[in-house]
């Protein structure tokens, strides 16, 4: 039995990967608009019936994002040695992952694909914000705040932040950077409380036009 479900599960991931394929190659060759999903299954070689057991749009089918994610993000969250701080736990289950995703051929060409189709943002937004929540909900259990505490909503939203950020400045980046370095980058920042590198002060300028700020942890002065 366990041999069928695994292919079962097999032959699930490589239609649904067909689907997201066949959509990201027609929108990229003309307007988004005027794309059906008739068009993207009979690319696939699969029905409109098939397609809405994966998708409920064409949408969702070019930025894919499964709530069966979000609850195992809640839960690996919550369940990160309770020495590490949140920040960290987070850190510690999505970096990885996000920064393998990021070197996969499907999750460059969507990148591209919302850079052509501005239209798009939308939802990778809702899919940040899915995200988002799951990590808040972690947060919460691990915490033991409410899921509204404005640290919990804080924290999930820095991460987020910190991790959308990371994937743009993967994609300005020279070919060969690594993102899973600069994913861990954003979150030394945010753990440091964003102090400037290299030592750096930070703060408004005084009127004779010198820095006034505070060096940060570690730093000079």
Same mark, same amino acid.
């Given at each position: 039995? *366990?041999?069928? @479900?695994?292919? #079962? !599960?097999?032959?699930?991931? =490589?239609?649904? +990967? $067909?689907?997201?394929?066949?959509?990201?190659?027609?929108?990229?060759?003309?307007?988004?608009?005027?794309?059906?999903?008739?068009?993207?299954?009979?690319?696939?070689?699969?029905?409109?019936?098939?397609?809405?057991?994966?998708?409920?749009?064409?949408?969702?089918?070019?930025?894919?994002?499964?709530?069966?994610?979000?609850?195992?993000?809640?839960?690996?969250?919550?369940?990160?040695?309770?020495?590490? *701080?949140?920040? @960290?736990?987070? #850190? !510690?289950?999505?970096?990885? =992952?996000?920064? +393998? $995703?990021?070197?996969?051929?499907?999750?460059?060409?969507?990148?591209?694909?919302?850079?052509?189709?501005?239209?798009?943002?939308?939802?990778?937004?809702?899919?940040?914000?899915?995200?988002?929540?799951?990590?808040?909900?972690?947060?919460?259990?691990?915490?033991?705040?409410?899921?509204?505490?404005?640290?919990?909503?804080?924290?999930?939203?820095?991460?987020?932040?910190?991790?959308?950020?990371?994937?743009?400045?993967?994609?300005?980046?020279?070919?060969?950077?690594?993102? =899973?370095?600069?994913?861990?980058?954003?979150?030394?920042?945010?753990?440091?409380?964003?102090?400037?590198?290299?030592?750096?002060?930070?703060?408004?300028?005084?009127?004779?036009?010198?820095?006034?700020?505070?060096?940060?942890?570690?730093?000079?002065?």
């Amino acid at each position: 039995m *366990s041999i069928i @479900r695994g292919r #079962r !599960a097999h032959r699930k991931m =490589a239609t649904r +990967d $067909a689907l997201q394929r066949a959509a990201l190659e027609l929108v990229r060759s003309r307007d988004p608009d005027s794309v059906t999903v008739e068009e993207i299954c009979a690319r696939a070689g699969v029905s409109p019936r098939t397609f809405f057991n994966y998708f409920a749009s064409k949408e969702e089918a070019l930025i894919d994002w499964d709530a069966e994610i979000d609850a195992f993000v809640t839960s690996a969250v919550a369940k990160r040695p309770a020495s590490e *701080s949140p920040l @960290r736990a987070i #850190r !510690a289950v999505l970096g990885s =992952a996000v920064a +393998d $995703a990021m070197g996969m051929e499907l999750w460059q060409d969507r990148l591209e694909l919302i850079r052509e189709q501005p239209g798009l943002i939308g939802r990778f937004v809702a899919v940040m914000g899915s995200v988002q929540r799951a990590l808040a909900a972690g947060v919460s259990r691990r915490t033991g705040l409410a899921s509204d505490h404005l640290y919990v909503e804080l924290t999930a939203a820095a991460s987020v932040a910190a991790i959308r950020t990371a994937i743009q400045a993967w994609t300005d980046a020279p070919d060969g950077t690594d993102p =899973a370095r600069l994913i861990d980058d954003a979150f030394a920042y945010l753990e440091s409380g964003l102090a400037p590198p290299g030592g750096r002060k930070s703060g408004l300028a005084s009127p004779g036009g010198s820095q006034a700020g505070l060096a940060p942890p570690g730093g000079d002065g």
